[in-house]
């Protein structure tokens, strides 16, 4: 199995600022991109930013320039620094990881259980 621990997620003020983390253990031979997605009421789930292995990144025209993604491939953690938060940011934001299990296996997508990012004042 594959786990994710999350944090960072919490209640700030519009301009404020946030910075989740996200760390992946478990049965991990190949951890490929990794990224956060966020779902907010009554919406469907949407890309926020992706990174690959090798430190390239993308992001939800939402929010460039005001949140960065970042890796630590030694410890298999994704980080999402929000700068300038919006009430329209508020939302549940999932990590997402493609994950290699083992050896010859096809690579999966896995999913953390998600962390509460409310912006209001």
């Known amino acids: 199995q594959v786990q994710f621990v999350e944090s960072g997620g919490g209640l700030v003020q519009p301009g404020g600022s946030l910075r989740l983390s996200c760390a992946a253990s478990?049965?991990?031979?190949?951890?490929?991109?990794m990224g956060w997605y966020r779902q907010a009421p009554g919406k469907q789930r949407e890309l926020v930013a992706t990174?690959?292995?090798?430190?390239?990144?993308n992001y939800a025209d939402s929010v460039k320039g005001r949140f960065t993604i970042s890796r630590d491939n030694a410890k298999n953690t994704v980080y999402l620094q929000m700068n300038s938060l919006k009430p329209e940011d508020t939302a549940v934001y999932y990590c997402?990881?493609?994950?290699?299990?083992?050896?010859?296996?096809?690579?999966?997508?896995?999913w953390g259980q998600g962390t509460q990012v409310t912006v209001s004042s």
């Open positions: 990174i690959t292995n090798g430190g390239s990144t």
């Open positions: 997402n990881a493609r994950v290699t299990r083992s050896w010859g296996d096809s690579p999966g997508d896995y």
């Open positions: 478990g049965r991990i031979f190949w951890l490929g991109a």
